[in-house]
């Protein structure tokens, strides 16, 4: 069986909701990132075998297999055939997993997997009436942008609370007081912040022609625990959980390169060693990662000792520091960079982000250990390790 390495791995910089990316389409996104990667490796794009692209809407400009679009749109061969698959939050890491396995399985050489998510637009929905023309009553629209809808009333109600929800429930299961959410909220925005400006993102960032961005764009300069203190709970009268503590409604894509060993000139930037996926209660979403990491590293024949730098994507301080506190590392080697808290987190793009900085980290140090992994609504995490 062959090993599945990363050349290359890229993305656009996040925009917030209503920002500088909500007037482009997420095909549209997702052709950015497609073409900026076969034009950075010099690839032929005939000769990517499938091209697999995560996406959580899927309900607006998304619909009907935006991986296909977004290929077309890029201009790559209509032979190139491609797929969209949806596991919320981790759609682009598991479409890294799945083009992984495709590779090790020997179907394909070449794989270009990733994922998009425009949260700006996505769109409202309205459920069919039973009648075509009802004389009387309402219908509910849905905002698709985040969180449940058109609920099955046959779901335990204590699984269907929203996330923000969930995240104060693993505060006070896990004890994370409000002033360890927003001490970790501050360093996610101040080691964000400071990466932008050393030059720590630039070789994975490509810009989306008429929005550039000169960073993220949810990064906040000099906040503070004193500033963000001053939030109110979100999410229950005497919460912890708050806007500047959450993570937020955002729009970027990504992409990761992958292949075979010599399958495409140049170094590659690591190897999949491990994969590991984890499943447990709705309402305690969060903490999944920790046994998807922990699944990861066995199958990768590693310990946390061996680990260099880690890749958890921040979709609420408390879920966060859930996970941290769970696993044998050091804190000082989680999100060295920052994480989602500042930088954002488009549901489907944010996959392919996480190991995209985590195989670019293992570049710049010149090898090591590295696991890039996420929570994901409705109770599941993945995690994948690299090697370099």
């Given at each position: 069986?062959?090993?599945?390495?990363?050349?290359?791995?890229?993305?656009?910089?996040?925009?917030?909701?209503?920002?500088?990316?909500?007037?482009?389409?997420?095909?549209?996104?997702?052709?950015?990132?497609?073409?900026?990667?076969?034009?950075?490796?010099?690839?032929?794009?005939?000769?990517?075998?499938?091209?697999?692209?995560?996406?959580?809407?899927?309900?607006?400009?998304?619909?009907?297999?935006?991986?296909?679009?977004?290929?077309?749109?890029?201009?790559?061969?209509?032979?190139?055939?491609?797929?969209?698959?949806?596991?919320?939050?981790?759609?682009?890491?598991?479409?890294?997993?799945?083009?992984?396995?495709?590779?090790?399985?020997?179907?394909?050489?070449?794989?270009?997997?990733?994922?998009?998510?425009?949260?700006?637009?996505?769109?409202?929905?309205?459920?069919?009436?039973?009648?075509?023309?009802?004389?009387?009553?309402?219908?509910?629209?849905?905002?698709?942008?985040?969180?449940?809808?058109?609920?099955?009333?046959?779901?335990?109600?204590?699984?269907?609370?929203?996330?923000?929800?969930?995240?104060?429930?693993?505060?006070?299961?896990?004890?994370?007081?409000?002033?360890?959410?927003?001490?970790?909220?501050?360093?996610?925005?101040?080691?964000?912040?400071?990466?932008?400006?050393?030059?720590?993102?630039?070789?994975?960032?490509?810009?989306?022609?008429?929005?550039e961005l000169a960073r993220d764009e949810g990064i906040r300069d000099g906040s503070t625990v004193e500033k963000l203190a001053t939030?109110?709970?979100?999410?229950?009268?005497?919460?912890?959980?708050?806007?500047?503590?959450?993570?937020?409604?955002?729009?970027?894509?990504?992409?990761?390169?992958?292949?075979?060993?010599?399958?495409?000139?140049?170094?590659?930037?690591?190897?999949?060693?491990?994969?590991?996926?984890?499943?447990?209660?709705?309402?305690?979403?969060?903490?999944?990662?920790?046994?998807?990491?922990?699944?990861?590293?066995?199958?990768?024949?590693?310990?946390?000792?061996?680990?260099?730098?880690?890749?958890?994507?921040?979709?609420?301080?408390?879920?966060?520091?859930?996970?941290?506190?769970?696993?044998?590392?050091?804190?000082?080697?989680?999100?060295?960079?920052?994480?989602?808290?500042?930088?954002?987190?488009?549901?489907?793009?944010?996959?392919?982000?996480?190991?995209?900085?985590?195989?670019?980290?293992?570049?710049?140090?010149?090898?090591?250990?590295?696991?890039?992994?996420?929570?994901?609504?409705?109770?599941?995490?993945?995690?994948?390790?690299?090697?370099?």
């Amino acid at each position: 069986m062959t090993s599945t390495f990363i050349y290359d791995a890229i993305r656009t910089p996040f925009g917030r909701a209503g920002g500088a990316l909500s007037g482009v389409r997420p095909d549209d996104l997702a052709a950015v990132v497609m073409r900026a990667i076969v034009e950075r490796t010099g690839l032929d794009p005939a000769l990517i075998e499938d091209v697999i692209f995560g996406d959580a809407n899927q309900a607006g400009e998304d619909n009907r297999n935006v991986a296909r679009f977004g290929a077309l749109l890029a201009g790559f061969p209509v032979t190139v055939p491609g797929t969209t698959i949806n596991r919320l939050c981790g759609s682009s890491l598991d479409a890294v997993i799945q083009g992984s396995r495709a590779i090790e399985a020997g179907d394909h050489r070449v794989v270009l997997a990733g994922g998009v998510e425009s949260m700006s637009r996505a769109p409202f929905v309205v459920e069919k009436s039973s009648k075509p023309w009802p004389a009387v009553g309402n219908q509910t629209m849905w905002n698709t942008s985040i969180g449940w809808r058109m609920v099955n009333p046959a779901l335990p109600e204590e699984w269907t609370i929203s996330n923000g929800q969930s995240a104060e429930k693993l505060a006070q299961v896990y004890g994370i007081s409000r002033e360890d959410q927003d001490r970790f909220a501050v360093r996610s925005h101040t080691l964000a912040a400071e990466a932008w400006a050393s030059g720590a993102y630039d070789a994975e960032i490509v810009q989306v022609p008429g929005a550039e961005l000169a960073r993220d764009e949810g990064i906040r300069d000099g906040s503070t625990v004193e500033k963000l203190a001053t939030l109110k709970a979100l999410f229950a009268a005497d919460g912890t959980v708050t806007a500047g503590n959450s993570s937020s409604i955002n729009d970027g894509a990504s992409a990761v390169l992958l292949g075979a060993e010599g399958a495409i000139d140049g170094e590659p930037l690591a190897r999949i060693a491990g994969r590991g996926v984890h499943g447990n209660e709705p309402d305690l979403f969060g903490v999944a990662p920790v046994e998807a990491a922990n699944k990861a590293l066995a199958r990768a024949g590693r310990t946390w000792a061996d680990v260099d730098v880690v890749e958890l994507n921040e979709a609420f301080a408390s879920q966060s520091l859930a996970c941290i506190r769970q696993w044998d590392i050091d804190p000082e080697k989680v999100n060295v960079h920052g994480g989602a808290l500042a930088i954002g987190h488009p549901l489907g793009a944010s996959g392919g982000r996480v190991i995209a900085h985590a195989a670019h980290e293992l570049a710049r140090r010149g090898g090591g250990v590295a696991v890039a992994t996420l929570c994901i609504g409705v109770g599941q995490g993945l995690a994948v390790v690299l090697e370099r």
